[in-house]
């Protein structure tokens, strides 16, 4: 589920909503699958073909489908088969999300008061 959250510097998260993140974050953790969400986030009319996509890695076409599987199970993408070709987006929700809870402000990146000596 996408929900809204405040940045971390506002409040702090409830399990649910760290669960939900941790996926996602999890998911952008290696380097394959975030620069297939880049290039499909970037890709003109912001959705792409398998097939436009897979060339730009040194890795297999099944390699390709599980990193892409595992930025849909964690909420990041979605996708659609159109004849034998299966065309993926990026869920703008989701990466609301994710920068909503990053989102700092001066007062929270001021330096904590001195409590042990």
Same mark, same amino acid.
């Given at each position: 589920? =996408?929900? #809204?959250? #405040?940045?971390?510097? =506002?409040?702090?998260?409830?399990?649910?909503?760290?669960?939900?993140? &941790? &996926?996602?974050?999890?998911?952008?953790?290696?380097?394959?699958? $975030?620069?297939?969400? /880049?290039?499909?986030?970037?890709?003109?009319?912001?959705?792409?073909?398998? %097939?436009?996509?897979?060339?730009?890695?040194?890795? /297999?076409?099944?390699?390709?489908?599980?990193?892409?599987?595992?930025? #849909? /199970?964690?909420?990041? $993408?979605? %996708?659609?088969?159109?004849?034998?070709?299966?065309?993926?987006?990026?869920?703008?929700?989701?990466?609301?999300?994710?920068?909503?809870?990053?989102?700092?402000?001066? #007062?929270?990146?001021?330096?904590?008061?001195? %409590? %042990?000596?």
């Amino acid at each position: 589920m =996408v929900g #809204r959250h #405040r940045g971390l510097g =506002v409040a702090a998260l409830a399990e649910p909503q760290a669960v939900e993140l &941790a &996926a996602m974050f999890k998911a952008l953790g290696d380097p394959v699958r $975030l620069r297939l969400l /880049s290039l499909i986030a970037s890709h003109p009319g912001g959705q792409a073909c398998v %097939c436009e996509i897979s060339s730009s890695f040194d890795v /297999s076409q099944p390699t390709i489908s599980h990193h892409l599987k595992m930025l #849909r /199970s964690a909420g990041l $993408l979605d %996708c659609e088969r159109r004849g034998t070709w299966v065309y993926y987006w990026v869920i703008p929700a989701a990466l609301l999300q994710l920068s909503s809870v990053l989102n700092v402000d001066d #007062r929270s990146m001021e330096a904590p008061p001195q %409590c %042990c000596p």
